[in-house]
């Protein structure tokens, strides 16, 4: 009896407390490191965010291991609310990857759903001396055994896309992790690697004033509009059916109360819609969810989908992650 009222206690606190949310400032974790492609997304995001969900959404960089550390901290955090995650891809190719992680993908997570839809590029140091994809095919033939690929870590988008690559050419390269691309660029810009695969959030800018070279948009059609239209993709390219985009999505610690997330959703939802957001988002080449695939459920099936694509194609690529 005892127990039971226990039980009913912390269950109407918690019912109170997920009726005043949110009443402080919520965090958001970008598994990645500052200035980066994920980053640029979670801080156009927190801005739209602030006024639908009526509260302050801080965005904390928390980088490393392909961005298993950030999305474990989410994981482990408390289900209140204030701890929330905004990921990409890495949530399910990191899953396909590793063999353990210290988190459960399905199990762990509350999904509050996804967010947009952002192409690859495969760009290179500006002192590479090839203009163009035909000519960086030749480059890398004649330098095989000396290429560095930058990436953001085991588990990463840049690092999936860099591992189909070198897959698809059949050249092995050197691997360098960074805690995200935003300090890999910053060595791509030194000339300290060669080459990288990174979003057009994060190279859309350094693309379009000269500061690398870019050769191909790595997903299956080219960019509608914008400064990155006239890239071909790799497909074009010669590397037949080459198709990796990124997505985003955000998601809570499981147990998160319900009246939680359905209050994030439709701050989520709202945000998308923000007109500022758009311009911005656009304007680096991703493309907002519709309103349609924005349920969590819909979250869910379609990153369970995603670990399911992937992990054959990991798997048939040779790739292994402890
Ligand atoms: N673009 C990175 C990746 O390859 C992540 C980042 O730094 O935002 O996964």
């Given amino acids: 009896m005892r127990l039971t009222l226990i039980a009913l206690a912390a269950l109407l606190a918690a019912g109170t407390a997920a009726a005043d949310y949110p009443d402080k400032p919520v965090t958001l974790i970008v598994p990645f490191a500052a200035g980066g492609p994920t980053d640029k997304v979670a801080r156009d995001l927190a801005e739209a965010l602030r006024k639908p969900l009526g509260a302050t959404v801080i965005v904390e960089n928390v980088g490393g291991v392909g961005g298993t550390l950030g999305a474990n901290k989410v994981a482990k955090a408390a289900p209140d609310g204030y701890t929330l995650l905004l990921h990409h891809i890495g949530i399910a190719s990191a899953t396909a990857l590793y063999r353990t992680l210290p988190y459960k993908t399905l199990e762990d997570f509350e999904y509050l759903g996804l967010v947009n839809e952002v192409p690859m590029t495969l760009i290179g140091r500006p002192s590479l001396p090839a203009s163009n994809y ?28 860099g591992l189909l690559y070198q897959s698809a050419i059949k050249i092995d390269m050197t691997t360098v992790p960074y805690k995200g ?84 959703n ?28 924005l349920a969590p459920a819909e979250h869910k099936k379609f990153v369970e989908a995603e670990i399911n694509k992937l992990t054959p194609v990991i798997k048939a690529a040779g790739i292994y992650a402890d």
């Fill in 134 to 161: 035909a000519e960086l095919a030749k480059w890398l033939e004649s330098n095989k055994g000396n290429i560095n690929l930058a990436h953001a870590g085991v588990g990463s988008a840049s690092h999936l896309c």
């Fill in 181 to 264: 691309t935003a300090p890999a660029m910053n060595d791509l810009l030194g000339g300290q690697v060669d080459i990288m695969c990174d979003q057009t959030t994060n190279t859309t800018g350094q693309i379009e004033a000269g500061k690398v070279k870019a050769y191909a948009v790595m997903s299956s059609k080219r960019l509608p509009s914008g400064p990155l239209a006239k890239l071909p993709t790799a497909d074009e390219s010669g590397l037949k059916g080459f198709n990796l985009a990124v997505w985003h999505g955000m998601y809570a610690p499981k147990g998160t109360p319900k009246a939680v997330i359905d209050k994030v």
């Fill in 266 to 293: 439709t701050a989520l939802r709202a945000a998308l819609k923000d007109a500022d957001f758009h311009k911005r988002q656009e304007a680096l080449g991703a493309v907002i969810i519709s309103d349609a695939r």
